[in-house]
């Protein structure tokens, strides 16, 4: 008796499940990217400091604060690129406790600011309930790097 064997065809490469999963991949990362630059005002230029050779961590629901000056010299701040009055920021910072009572704010101040206009901004947190404040800093361009003494 003779028995037909068929012998297999050789399996291919199948490429739509990969596809999918590198699909799925791209969305996740697309959907969870937290989109740096609208929380920057592009006119602050943060202060540097000589010791920012590693970048801090940031909070995960840490709200980003710019402030500067205009032209006239007068408070600019900014969230999102919208800006407020220091009583507007007052008021959305004390929405904010109510949800997180440990709500982490980033202060972004300009470098040419005058401190008072940051100690302006420091005590309008303090005043909506917010304790857990941190300024932001860059690190100095390599031409700005202090000299060694000789």
Not at 6 to 25: H, T, Y
Not at 62 to 84: K, P, S, Y
Not at 98 to 114: C, S, T, Y
């Amino acid at each position: 008796m003779k028995i037909n064997a068929k012998i297999p065809e050789p399996i291919g490469f199948q490429l739509a499940p990969m596809l999918d999963v590198v699909f799925l991949l791209l969305i996740f990362f697309v959907v969870t990217q937290k989109f740096i630059l609208n929380e920057q005002d592009l006119k602050v230029k943060v202060p540097t400091a000589y010791d920012s050779s590693t970048p801090e961590p940031r909070a995960i629901d840490e709200m980003i604060i710019n402030a500067r000056e205009n032209e006239n010299g007068e408070l600019v701040v900014t969230i999102d690129r919208v800006e407020f009055t220091l009583e507007q920021l007052k008021n959305l910072l004390r929405q904010q406790v109510l949800v997180n009572e440990h709500q982490p704010v980033r202060i972004r101040g300009d470098a040419e600011m005058r401190w008072q206009k940051v100690a302006d901004v420091i005590s309008t947190c303090t005043a909506a309930g917010v304790y857990n404040v941190s300024f932001s800093k860059q690190m100095p361009m390599s031409s700005d790097a202090p000299k060694a003494a000789e």
